[in-house]
């Protein structure tokens, strides 16, 4: 079976439209660069579930021409019924239709929770995929595939600007809301499992298995990040990550976490086992520290009342020059 680490880092090439990375074991990635819409290519889908692409050609036939309201969809494919699954008025280099993100995403559902039609290395391969995916979102997925960045909206007017600025902190402040709640308690529970099980149960042991984590990605331990950069003991150094790190570290805490409590790994092991899968290509290198996650989110609140007041008195002028009553709009 190959391995969901070959899946990651390969070759990426890009047309006027759209940004497309190719996984080496040919799974097959597309964003549309002025919206950040994404999707895979058929039989690129195929390959990164690890079915044939036959059986993913009948699965959009039979959901495009399923009725919306009854039909014997599985509940993962029931959303998409009689919809178009692809990314209207774009097409591979090869002309070929891409299939929507989201629909990407239920059919790595169905074949690891729902399908007795595959063999079991390629149903464990979708639900290691599926993991990935659940919590960060395909689209998010994707983008970190093929690179694509709020940036390619550089001709967007400021208004324009401030709403995808604002949406890229939205996913942010979401990924690291995961990380701090779910993922990161997780991990703990699952150290803290191992080691009243070993008889290793010690502060060392959180500490050692984070350190692994923060090494790996960025070649120093969280000591020296804080002293490079300058940051007290007390700061925690993912509220300052943008959101493809911290993409990195839920992921990695989400995997990590998996194999200690389902495979019984020692935590740092785990963690360099989940490294491997999710980033066997990765060169450690300090990330960039930028804005507290939270202290940008309560600037952003305050912007957005101020647009919303601004437009509210624009609004108001408006009325009494045209003499129209507000409670009529």
């Excluded at 039989?43 to 014997?72: C, E, T, Y």
């Excluded at 919590?135 to 709403?163: A, C, P």
């Excluded at 490079?228 to 959101?243: A, F």
């Excluded at 790994?265 to 491997?276: C, R």
């Amino acid at each position: 079976m190959p391995q969901l680490a070959a899946q990651l880092g390969g070759r990426d090439s890009r047309s006027n439209d759209l940004l497309r990375h190719i996984d080496p074991d040919g799974a097959e990635y597309f964003t549309v660069k002025s919206t950040g819409q994404s999707g895979m290519s058929h039989a690129g889908l195929a390959r990164f579930i690890g079915v044939r692409g036959k059986a993913i050609w009948r699965w959009v036939n039979l959901v495009r021409k399923s009725n919306p309201s009854h039909n014997s969809l599985p509940e993962c494919l029931k959303p998409f019924a009689g919809y178009n699954l692809t990314l209207s008025g774009y097409s591979d280099p090869e002309g070929r239709d891409i299939l929507a993100d989201g629909f990407c995403a239920a059919m790595i559902e169905y074949y690891a929770s729902y399908s007795k039609q595959v063999n079991k290395e390629s149903q464990i391969k979708a639900k290691q995929t599926l993991d990935l995916i659940k919590h960060l979102g395909m689209r998010l997925f994707i983008h970190k595939k093929t690179g694509w960045q709020s940036s390619y909206h550089s001709s967007s007017s400021v208004e324009d600007n401030f709403e995808l600025e604002f949406e890229a902190h939205r996913v942010r402040f979401s990924i690291r809301k995961i990380l701090r709640l779910d993922d990161y308690p997780e991990l703990q529970s699952a150290i803290k499992e191992y080691g009243e099980k070993h008889h290793c149960l010690c502060p060392k042991l959180f500490c050692d298995t984070h350190d692994a984590m923060n090494e790996l990605l960025q070649g120093l331990k969280a000591r020296e990040i804080r002293q490079k950069n300058k940051l007290s003991r007390s700061v925690s150094l993912r509220d300052h990550y943008d959101t493809r790190p911290l993409m990195d570290y839920s992921a990695l805490t989400r995997l990590a976490a998996n194999q200690i409590r389902y495979e019984d790994k020692h935590p740092v092991e785990a963690v360099g086992i989940a490294f491997k899968l999710l980033l066997p290509k990765h060169t450690p290198q300090p990330i960039e520290i930028i804005e507290n996650v939270y202290k940008a989110d309560q600037r952003f609140r305050r912007l957005t009342k101020q647009k919303k007041l601004a437009a509210s008195v624009q609004l108001s002028f408006l009325t009494d020059e045209l003499e129209i009553k507000p409670q009529l709009l």
